[in-house]
């Protein structure tokens, strides 16, 4: 029986999103949304903000983790649940900071709705089914609205065509962009024995596009190596169709983090107020609620505008507790 055969895939899509990342494919969804993240960084404005920022590039891992347990937050939990709404909460407030364009927040949705579908296309141990495709894109589309953003997309169809058409308006080349790729790919890499890392490294490259390699002047990798990685991936994903099935789900949340040995608050997840973060980072970047150009160089703006979110006057929520192993 798949996840959704007896359930409707736009009112049932919190319980068939959070069963297809946690317990049917955990693994591919945390990959397909690591490559998620290379095709924002592609974008000349999104790169160019976060290398403006300075923290995916001075503290990729912890800014890694922070994004990962948000977007795990509501996934695991639903975007209507209390930590679901509060992880919301917290991303609009983040987000609010930053003078951001509609299209680029939709951009980014959309690599959400995607990725994970394209993975699964090539890589997946079995396809999703359409149903489940729906669920999957309702779910993200329900997150948009709760982020305020406009002009969503009415179906999966719709999303891939904004998709297309954003990426050829925006990804070209910037050094900010690829800074961000490259301390993120080197996060990656880092997670493997130091032998292994160049390999890693042009691992990665293997599975990024044309467009990707392109916007972050990265060179082809070798067609034996791209051969060699899809290998891989498809022979695992024959390998786990005679394992037995998962039954319990796989939560992210629950992973231990360095920078978290005691558990996180939700709504300290993410850079530190401006005051505090301009002093840690010990260089100037512009005013307070400064967003950011292609190039990285700031564009003042005042913190949280239009952005701020229902859940508080600040756009935090109102929870306090902490996310710990066994909550």
């Given amino acids: 029986m798949t996840t959704s055969s007896i359930r409707d895939p736009r009112r049932d899509c919190q319980e068939i999103a959070r069963h297809l990342a946690t317990v049917v494919f955990p693994w591919d969804t945390t990959r397909a949304l690591e490559l998620a993240l290379f095709r924002t ?19 990729t891992g912890k800014r890694y983790d922070d994004t990962d347990l948000i977007i795990s937050e509501i996934i695991e939990n639903g975007f209507d649940s209390p930590r679901g709404a509060r992880a919301i909460a917290r991303m609009n407030a983040l987000h609010g900071r930053f003078r951001i364009a509609n299209e680029d927040f939709l951009y980014v949705l959309s690599t959400f709705v995607l990725e994970p579908i394209r993975w699964n296309q090539r890589f997946g141990w079995r ?10 894109f309702w779910f993200w589309r329900q997150v948009g609205e709760r982020m305020r953003i406009r002009d969503l997309p009415d179906s999966h169809a719709d999303c891939e065509r904004f998709s297309g058409a954003y990426e050829t308006a925006n990804f070209r080349f910037t050094t900010a962009s690829q800074g961000v790729a490259l301390a993120t790919r080197e996060l990656f890499a880092g997670w493997f024995p130091v032998p292994l890392r160049p390999l890693v490294r042009h691992s990665i490259h293997a599975l990024l596009d044309q467009a990707l390699r392109t916007a972050f002047d990265l060179p082809p990798p070798p067609r034996w190596l791209v051969w060699a990685v899809e290998r891989a991936l498809r022979a695992r994903s024959r390998a786990l169709r005679w394992l037995p099935q998962r039954r319990r789900p796989q939560l992210r949340t629950q992973i231990p983090r360095a920078d978290y040995p005691q558990g996180y608050r939700i709504e300290s997840l993410g850079p530190p107020p401006f005051d505090i973060w301009e002093q840690g980072r010990g260089s100037a970047s512009g005013e307070s609620g400064d967003a950011y150009d292609d190039g990285g160089a700031p564009i003042p703006v005042c913190p949280f505008a239009n952005r701020l979110s229902e859940g508080g006057r600040d756009g935090q929520g109102h929870g306090t507790a902490y996310r710990t192993p066994g909550e």
């Fill in 41 to 59: 960084f592609a974008s000349a404005r999104i790169g160019g903000l976060l290398h403006g920022t300075g923290e995916f590039e001075t503290r």
């Fill in 127 to 136: 396809c999703m089914t359409e149903s489940e495709k729906l669920a999957w």
